[in-house]
């Protein structure tokens, strides 16, 4: 057994998960980055004990990989040789609803679906919401700053936190379970912690902003020509939805037929085919009144021709229908494998351009290419999944792309991070000042380079 084994075995509640014990679970997350076992698994239940393994961990010089509910889609919770695997699973739970803030105190294991019914139990909406929404974890959610669908009205997980408490590399906990929107005091730190994907801390309990429950919803799913009606489309529904629009998912023909096509229980609610399709929605504080404004509005924008075809949900299954096409990705996984799969935002006056080209450009590298686009599209942020059949051919894939990224002043991570998988084009997006500034970061908060190393920033020669 190794000394670092051993000066922890005592200090845990639960045992290290050791050898045959270790789940292949642990040893991968849902990307197609390389698995590896961990040396072993700890699964602390406390802030306390996650101090104390990190303590421990740097008195023996041991590499440590932080692990959440796993559905991250760029390698960065996969072990590499010899490191030890941390998981929140355990340190779970939530701790307050504070009706009169209206912030919800949890832990950092709590998955976020959890985290979501109890808000809504209380009355309240946490408005974070993503496909891997049941595996997930919060913690996971602030590390990487996840997206989802409901970044246009609430923002990002970073506007969704108000207070934070993190473990650093050499055990310190740096607790700020501030609930307060105004806090100006000196640096805001529980910013270094949101989005550095477990470089800089290992984040172990958020205090969440909770806002109140829309009283209504209505949805519809619309059929467009092109590019140019899509912007239209969405500048419309953000004027005469007067703030009220919640999601405004874009699917180009490529991604809509394949989900109908191929997804189980999955339907077009058009008989006929159109280019692209747009789910959106509209939430506000009465059904009747709000169903007349988004019936009104929609109509009128098919007088116009800005939309060619409409369905309007007229219930929730309906509705549910039209999320499982948009949702349906998560499906594909069995029909196309050895894919690369790109989350990056361009600017959205250049997004038709910057689609062109990478068409133009991949296609004549790789003219049996499946491509399949889709996204949130009003966040500037496109999903974009492309495959030969033949694992050769990744690499190649993103080199096309993220170089377009570049080109086009994008960025290679709009919402699921660089992990393993982007270290090559950071680059592109951020500049050299930029990079050296978080090099310096890392080595402050984190001088032996114990947390998560090789992540995010490649490893120092
Ligand atoms: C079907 C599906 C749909 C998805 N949709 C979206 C989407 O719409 N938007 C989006 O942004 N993402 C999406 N994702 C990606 C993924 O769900 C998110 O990145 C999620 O936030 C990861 O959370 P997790 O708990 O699974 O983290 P993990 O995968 O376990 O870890 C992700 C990263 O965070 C670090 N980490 C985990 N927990 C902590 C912690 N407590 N402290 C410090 N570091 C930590 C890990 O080391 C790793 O680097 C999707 C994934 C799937 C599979």
Redesign the pocket.
């Known amino acids: 057994m190794s000394q670092v084994i051993a000066a922890l075995q005592p200090l845990l509640s639960s045992p290290l998960l050791l050898g045959a014990d270790i789940g292949e679970r642990y040893s991968h997350?849902?990307s197609s980055e390389p698995a590896c076992m961990p040396i072993a698994v700890a699964r602390p239940a406390s802030t306390e004990e996650v101090a104390s393994i990190l303590r421990t961990c740097a008195a023996h010089a041991q590499p440590v990989?932080?692990?959440?509910?796993?559905?991250?889609?760029c390698g960065?919770?996969n072990p590499q040789r010899g490191e030890l695997a941390l998981s929140?699973e355990r340190l779970s739970g939530i701790e307050e609803i504070d009706h009169a803030a209206m912030t919800m105190t949890v832990k950092?294991g709590t998955p976020l679906q959890v985290i979501q019914e109890a808000a809504a139990a209380a009355g309240f909406v946490f408005p974070l919401d993503?496909?891997?929404r049941g595996?997930?974890?919060i913690?996971?959610?602030?590390?990487?700053n996840?997206?989802?669908?409901q970044v246009l009205r609430f923002g990002m997980t970073r506007n969704l936190v108000l207070g934070l408490e993190a473990v650093l590399a050499d055990g310190t906990v740096v607790s700020s379970l501030n609930k307060m929107l105004k806090n100006n005091a000196a640096y805001d730190l529980k910013q270094l912690?949101i989005g550095s994907?477990?470089t800089l801390?290992?984040?172990?309990r958020a205090v969440l902003r909770l806002y109140p429950r829309a009283q209504s919803r209505c949805s519809a799913l619309l059929a467009l020509r092109d590019f140019p009606q899509v912007i239209d489309l969405l500048h419309r529904l953000s004027r005469d939805f007067a703030g009220g629009l919640s999601a405004f998912e874009v699917m180009w023909d490529s991604y809509y037929h394949y989900i109908t096509d191929h997804v189980k229980g999955v339907a077009s609610p058009f008989a006929e085919r159109f280019p692209l399709y747009a789910l959106v929605e509209l939430e506000g504080g009465n059904q009747q009144r709000d169903q007349m404004l988004f019936e009104s509005v929609l109509g009128e924008a098919l007088e116009q021709g800005t939309v060619i075809d409409a369905v309007i949900a007229a219930s929730q299954r309906d509705r549910e229908r039209f999320w499982k096409i948009r949702d349906g990705?998560?499906e594909i996984g069995v029909f196309i494998r050895d894919s690369a799969n790109f989350d990056v935002s361009v600017p959205i006056s250049a997004m038709q351009e910057f689609l062109a080209s990478i068409d133009k450009d991949m296609r004549a590298q790789f003219p049996d290419l499946t491509k399949l686009v889709f996204g949130h599209v009003a966040d500037s942020n496109l999903h974009i999944i492309c495959a030969t059949g033949r694992r050769e051919d990744i690499k190649p894939l993103y080199k096309v792309l993220y170089d377009t990224v570049g080109r086009f002043q994008g960025s290679v991570s709009a919402?699921?991070?660089i992990?393993v998988q982007k270290l090559d084009y950071l680059y592109h997006s951020r500049t050299p000042a930029e990079l050296a500034l978080m090099r310096s970061l890392k080595q402050a908060l984190d001088p032996q380079g114990l947390l998560?190393p090789g992540?995010v920033l490649r490893r120092e020669p």
């Open positions: 997350d849902w990989v932080v692990q959440g509910g796993l559905s991250g889609l960065g919770a929140l950092a993503l496909g891997a595996s997930c974890n913690g996971g959610n602030i590390a990487t996840a997206g989802g669908n912690f994907e477990g801390g290992i984040v172990t990705v998560a919402e699921h991070g992990g998560n992540r």
